[in-house]
Every structure is written in structure tokens, then in C-alpha cells.
């Protein structure tokens, strides 16, 4: 969770004020309780707490004697949490997901939620974690590996040093020695890996994956202006346009993503929604 630090402040008294200031910003109110619960405090240090915290920032939340709680002020401006809408939706979604529990994250009231399912992708841990081995160590693993140029899992000596993620799937960003090349292997295609030697090529040498490409985005001109608003707003756009950065070795997963890897007249305006203002130079960089 992003937090603001103050040096007059010890880091254990500091995260409970950016606690106070999550649940008020998110939820709009806070009582005793919940720093009790989630810190383990007395009620007695819970509104110490409080009482300190209002000392500093009294006009951040007034006390609501019906509800017997804290709302949050009309002129709450946070000074030791920095709010951010993606962080938040999230552990929104971590939450729903399962990948978090409840005492992992500072939400207290979930909303209720719908998230369109993704599949479970079979990963092994003991895989992951001798790819992680190899990338930390600086290894080159040997694996049997599944593609899809072969009828059968075929053994080969790849040299990992990274990870990358296409938005579904968890590749391993990997020196291949059978190709000479740097290539992605999907670590759900691994099945096992059988030995372990020092690597030979320098991760520096993969130039695709050190140079940044730069994608400007803009609303599909098919649009009426109102839709073209809207998608402004969708990407956070000014003057009609946005930039993205990724790197090239990851520029075939993030167009796809978008929906950019196509010509965008094969697809109404309303479908495609966006297009590529830059597309000569992205797909001169893709070469």
C-alpha cells in the first residue's frame, strides 16, 4: 500500500494513521474497532490513536455520536496514505479472487463484485520456484519442455533470467540455447527440470527485451464525439491521445491485448474503440 512518511513519526504509529486514512477514504467511516482488529491494539491505544491522529489532521473526520463512529470530513485531505484507484480495485479483485485473504489487505467492507473468469493456468510451484532458482542464480536449467511445433515434450537447455507476464499466461524470459535465441517459454509447458549449470550468455544481449517501444493510443475517428469522450476518459487520454510503454520483446502480447494486432477497419469503430497513431513506427520496431 503506498504510504507518505513523516519523520517525526516512528513506521508502526504511521501505518495505523495511513490505515485510518484508507478506511475513511475508501469507506467513508472508522471506528475503535477496526484498528483493534486489524492491529491487535487495546481499545484504550486504538483511541490514543485516534485522538493523536485527530491532533494532526482534525479536520480529516468528525464523530458520528448516532452511529458511534468516525465519518470522513468534507475537507479530509490525506496526509499519510496516497489513494490510487488501481491499487485499490486490485486488492478488490485479489480478494474475490482468493489470491488474498481478508487480513492480507486494509479493506473492510468488500462491494459487491463480478469478475470475468480467467483461466487457471497449471503451473507447478516446484517448477516456478526452480525457474525463480535459476533466474536468481544465474543458471541454465535443463527442462522438458512442451511446444507446439512437436507431437511430444522434448528436452532442451534454456537460460531464464526473467518473467513475463502477457496479461494471461506466465512465461519465463529465457536464452534458448537449442535456437540460439531469446525467446518466452510458457512455464505451464515445462514438466520438469533435471539439471542446473552456470549460464553462458549475458541477459543484456537480449536487445528486445532492454528497448521500450512507445504506443500512442487514440479514439477510433469512426466515433461520435460523445464516444470518443468516453473512451478518452476510459484510458485517461488528454488532447484525444495517450502513450503506453512496453518493452518489444512483450509488443506482440500488449497489442494483442488491446486489440491493436489487427487493421482496425476489419472491425466497427464501436468494437475496436481505439487505434494506433503510431503505427508505422511500432510495426517498424516489432522488425
Known amino acids: ?3 507518505r512518511k513523516s519523520k517525526d513519526l516512528n513506521w508502526p504509529v504511521e501505518q495505523r494513521y495511513a490505515f485510518i486514512e484508507y478506511r475513511l477514504y475508501w469507506e467513508g467511516r472508522l471506528n475503535r474497532g477496526d484498528l483493534v482488529q486489524w492491529f491487535g491494539l487495546s481499545t484504550q ?16 473526520l468528525v ?3 448516532s452511529q458511534r463512529t468516525y465519518r470522513r470530513g468534507v475537507r479530509f485531505k490525506p496526509q499519510f496514505y496516497t489513494p490510487s484507484a488501481e491499487t485499490y480495485l486490485a486488492e478488490v479483485r485479489a480478494r474475490d479472487q482468493g489470491w488474498v485473504k481478508a487480513s492480507e ?51 532442451r537447455w534454456i537460460e ?21 535465441i531469446f525467446k518466452d517459454f510458457l512455464i505451464s509447458r515445462i514438466n520438469s527440470i533435471t539439471m542446473s549449470e552456470p549460464r553462458t550468455v549475458d541477459p543484456l544481449m ?7 517501444v512507445v504506443l ?37 502480447y500488449t497489442l494483442k ?19 494506433l497513431l503510431n503505427r508505422a513506427q511500432v510495426i517498424g520496431a516489432a522488425r
Open 1 to 3: 500500500m503506498t504510504r
Open 45 to 60: 491505544q486504538a483511541s490514543i490513536d485516534i485522538n493523536s491522529y485527530i491532533d494532526r489532521a482534525a479536520r480529516n
Open 63 to 65: 464523530y458520528d455520536k
Open 105 to 155: 489487505t486494509w479493506i473492510g467492507e468488500m462491494p459487491p463484485l463480478g469478475c470475468a473468469p480467467s483461466p487457471v493456468r497449471g503451473i507447478q510451484p516446484d517448477i516456478l520456484r526452480d525457474v525463480l532458482a535459476a533466474i536468481h542464480n544465474g543458471n541454465a536449467i535443463q527442462v522438458t519442455y512442451q511446444s507446439m511445433s512437436r507431437p511430444e515434450p522434448a528436452s
Open 160 to 180: 531464464p533470467y526473467a518473467l513475463a507476464d502477457d496479461g494471461f499466461r506466465w512465461h519465463a524470459r529465457a536464452y534458448c540455447r537449442n535456437n540460439n
Open 206 to 212: 537480449d536487445t528486445a527485451w532492454h528497448t521500450d
Open 216 to 252: 500512442e493510443i487514440g479514439p477510433h475517428p469512426e466515433l461520435t464525439a460523445g464516444q470518443r469522450r468516453a473512451i478518452e476518459m476510459d484510458y485517461g487520454m488528454t488532447d484525444g491521445k495517450t502513450t503506453i510503454q512496453t518493452r518489444r520483446a512483450l509488443l506482440y
Open 257 to 275: 491485448r488491446l486489440g491493436l494486432d489487427t487493421d482496425p477497419a476489419l472491425r466497427r469503430a464501436q468494437d475496436q474503440q481505439i487505434i
